[in-house]
C-alpha cells in the first residue's frame, strides 16, 4: 500500500485563559505569521475547550477569546492567508477527541509533565478534561491531518503523544489515514523563561504580574518590568558558552535575539562585554518597539467585538469545508454508521 502524501498544512493554537505574554508572542505566535508566508495552509486557533480545563469565568473566557483574537490579527495573521478560529465553533475538535479518549492509554496520559504541573499536589480534585488534554490536543492537529505544528518547547511531549495516538490509530485499524505531524520548534525563544526565576517558564498564570512581559503592557511597564529582571553581576559574554548555567542572562538574550531576528551569536558579537545596566535599555527599547504596534492595533480590534466574531464565524465556515470529511472518514474507519440522508 502507498502511503497518503498529505497536503502541507499548519495548525497551532493558544488558550484564552487570560492575557498573551511575550513567551506566547515569541515560541508562537510570531513564528505562526512567518509560516502563513510559507507554502503551508495554516490554520490557528483559540482553544476555548482547552482553557475550560481550568475554571473559567464565563464572561472573561468571553472576553479573553476575543481578545486573543485580536492579538493574532494585531500580531500579523491574515485572516484572508490564515484560517482562524474559535476551538467550541468547530465541533469535529471534540468530536474525534472522543475516539482519541479510546485510543490513548491511561498510562501514556500520566507521564504528561503538563498535567503533572498544572493538576499540582491535589491531581485527584483536578477535572477529567485536565487529563485528557492531550487527546483534544491530538485531535484539534489531526482533525485537520496537519503536517506541522509550531510550538514553544512545553509542548514537545504533547507533540510525542499525538504522533503516537496517530500511529496506534493506523495501526489498530490497518489504515495509514493520520499523518505524523512534525513539531516545529525553532528560534531563540523557544522557552521564554519567567523575569524573576529563570528556572520557571514564563506563564500568563504566574501569580506575579513582575515575571512576565503582557502583550497589552504599555510601554512604562514593559521598560520598568525589564529594568527589574533579575540577572547576575556579570556582564554579557561575547560567546554563547560564557551564558551557561546563567539562566536569567541567558533568557534576556533570548529575548532580545527573538525579537531583533537575531542568533544569539550576531546579539554577543554585537553587545558582549556590556554590563546588565547598559543592555536592560537597549533590550526595553526594542521591546517596546516591537511592541507597542501590536498592542495598540489590539486596542482598536478588541474594541469592535462584532467584527472579530463576524471572522471567526467565517473561519469555522472554512475550517469544516476540511474537518467535516476527516471525521466522516474516521467514523467510517471506525465502524459507525452514517446518517441516511433521504
Ligand atoms: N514561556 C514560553 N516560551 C515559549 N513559548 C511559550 N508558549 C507558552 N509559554 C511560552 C507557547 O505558546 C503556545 C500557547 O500556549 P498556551 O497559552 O495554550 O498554553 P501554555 O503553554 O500553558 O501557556 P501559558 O502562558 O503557560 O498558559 P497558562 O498559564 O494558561 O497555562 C504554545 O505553543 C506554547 O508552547
Known amino acids: 500500500m502507498t502511503s497518503p502524501v498529505f497536503t502541507p498544512r499548519v495548525f497551532s493554537g493558544i488558550q484564552p ?34 482553557a475550560i480545563t481550568v475554571w473559567q469565568d464565563p ?33 469535529e475538535h471534540a468530536q474525534l477527541a472522543w475516539i482519541f479518549n479510546c485510543v490513548a492509554r491511561m498510562g501514556w496520559m500520566q507521564r504528561m509533565t503538563q498535567f503533572k504541573d498544572k493538576a499540582g499536589k491535589n491531581a485527584q480534585n483536578a477535572s ?3 487529563f485528557a488534554y492531550p487527546a483534544l490536543m491530538a485531535a484539534d492537529i489531526l482533525i485537520y491531518h496537519a503536517t506541522h505544528v509550531p ?13 503516537d495516538i496517530a500511529t496506534k490509530f493506523n495501526h489498530d485499524f490497518s489504515v495509514d489515514f493520520f499523518p505524523l505531524t512534525e513539531p516545529v520548534i525553532k528560534g531563540a525563544a523557544t522557552r521564554v523563561m519567567s523575569l524573576r526565576d529563570g528556572s520557571k517558564k514564563m506563564s500568563k498564570s504566574d501569580p506575579s504580574d513582575a515575571s512576565r512581559i503582557n502583550m ?31 539562566p536569567e542572562a541567558r533568557n534576556l538574550v533570548n529575548i532580545y535575539a527573538a525579537l531583533a531576528d537575531q542568533t544569539v551569536a550576531e546579539v554577543l558579537t554585537e553587545m558582549g562585554g556590556k554590563q546588565f545596566s547598559e543592555f536592560k535599555p537597549i533590550l526595553a527599547d526594542l521591546a517596546v518597539a516591537k511592541l507597542s504596534p501590536i ?46 440522508h433521504v
Do not use: W
Request: with cysteine.
Open 17 to 50: 485563559s487570560g492575557g498573551l505574554t511575550l513567551g506566547n508572542y515569541l515560541g508562537a505566535i510570531k513564528r505562526f505569521v512567518d509560516m502563513q508566508d510559507d507554502a503551508f495552509e495554516t490554520i490557528y486557533c483559540m482553544v476555548d475547550l482547552h
Open 216 to 246: 497589552t503592557d504599555d510601554s512604562d511597564t514593559i521598560a520598568k518590568k525589564i529594568r527589574k529582571a533579575k540577572t547576575d553581576p556579570d556582564g554579557l559574554p561575547s560567546e554563547a558558552k560564557g551564558l551557561e548555567e546563567r
Open 151 to 163: 510550538v514553544g518547547e512545553d509542548q514537545k511531549q504533547h507533540l510525542e503523544l499525538t504522533r
Open 128 to 130: 477529567l478534561g485536565l
Open 295 to 340: 498592542s495598540t492595533e489590539m486596542a482598536r480590534l478588541v474594541a469592535e467585538p462584532d467584527e472579530i466574531d463576524r471572522l471567526l464565524t467565517a473561519g469555522a465556515q472554512q475550517a469544516r469545508d476540511i474537518t467535516a470529511p476527516i471525521l466522516r472518514q474516521t467514523y467510517d474507519i471506525v465502524g459507525m454508521i452514517p446518517p441516511k
Open 59 to 91: 464572561a472573561d473566557l468571553r472576553r479573553n477569546t476575543r481578545e486573543l483574537c485580536a492579538g493574532f490579527i494585531a500580531s500579523g495573521i491574515n485572516p484572508e492567508k490564515s484560517i482562524l478560529i474559535n476551538q467550541s465553533q468547530v465541533p
